[in-house]
């Protein structure tokens, strides 16, 4: 996709479907020619001008509101046409067909294509302009996708700053203090016959030790943001009738799973996202573990398994009115031991009691009580998932981030430690130090695409809807 930049685009830029409205987008180099061509008269600039959009044979395909947008002062940094027309899913068809046709049409004054090559847009390439025109940067243009696909309020907000730029200038001040840092080391490497201690009259520890403060509180916030963004995969475990699909319906606030008193109803994986305080859970509900002669029942505790392989806690139901009974203790037993066999270390267990309204005995000290069908205990076992998941009360201002930027800022704070461990030392080696500053400046340059691989960027921008 980076190889076609210099190529015309158009795509329809509103969701598919029926809608009030509706926008057809071009971006490119040149386009008064196809402006004039598609609205027969030019458009003042950044002004809205209602008119008919009309065919080849001059009929009106619709009326509407047609924009242009001169370079540099787009989105894209190129010349771009929006046509906002009815959103009828024939009529914005119809639209992006007459941009393509008249295009290729031979403009009588030139004897040239109106705009040659104009094409249909690939996923994310008008958002991919804009950064390489240098209208956003990485983050940002991955806070424009984050902003679309958000999912609770806290998320949208927090997408809404990054696109506004606070990530990116929180990554920028670091990135600033570390080129300050690295021209220190690299002065006292250039002019070592000069015996000039840059780094001590400097305080270059005192500098690294700053730097190393400010990423941690930055990192922190990142974790956060990609919480935000990503959520955390909870997967309820536990034997039949334990209560599973009841405490799914009763965290969802919805009938979502079928309950029943026969052992083996839930045969399937039934998930759904919710959200506490903001944070995206995304539950699945499972089928009861256990051995069964049953070849359907035998393929949905599979399936289960198959789902707490790859959760990030698991929320493992005992029922309190049979944690007496020697059999169902025992059958606990066996789940947990595979539980552990089959999980990381790093995915917590979290021993769950359901039917306490019913139950004559206490839960164990180490377990969390509750009743799905009351619903006492629920808030509780709320707060603990969030208490799981790492989440702490949000910050003011927090901004959304994502798995990438999370994992670069961690290579920055390991190059950093050997950095610090590097100027610790009574002779340290000068040339292995400023190694460490440069790998972890590429990192950070990483997160707002001033260093990147074409294959990098191509992954991030695929992913975005056409039309942006």
Known sequence: MLARTSDPIVAIATAPGRGAVGIVRVSGRGISALVEALCARPLKPREATYLPFRDAAGEAIDHGLALHFPAPHSFTGEDVLELQAHGGTVVLQLLLARCLEAA?????TTGRPRLRGLRVAEPGEFSQRAFLNGKVDLAQAEAIADLIDASTEAAARSA?????????REIHTLRDALIHLRMLVEA????????IDFLQKADATGQLAALQAQLVA???RARQGALLREGIKVVIAGQPNAGKSSLLNALAGAE???????AGTTRDVVSQTLQIHGVPLHVADTAGLRESSDEVERIGVARAWDQIESADAVLFLHDLTRAGAPDYARADADILRTLREKLSASVPVLDVWNKQDAASAPAPAD?????AKTGEGLEALRMRLLEVAGWQAVPEGLYLARARHVDALGRVAVHLDIAAAQLAARMPALDLLAE???????????????FGSDDLLGVIFSRFCIGK
Not at 436 to 450: C, V
């Open 256 to 262: 979502l799973a079928i309950v029943s008193a026969i």
């Open 188 to 195: 006292t490497l250039d002019f070592p016959e000069e015996d």
């Open 160 to 168: 809404g700053r990054s696109l506004s730029g606070a990530f990116s």
């Open 218 to 220: 930055v990192r922190q």
């Open 367 to 371: 377990g969390l009580a509750l009743s």
């Open 104 to 108: 290729a049409e031979v403009d009588a």
């Open 436 to 450: 460490e500053l440069r790998l972890a400046q590429n990192a950070l340059n990483e997160i707002t695409g001033e």
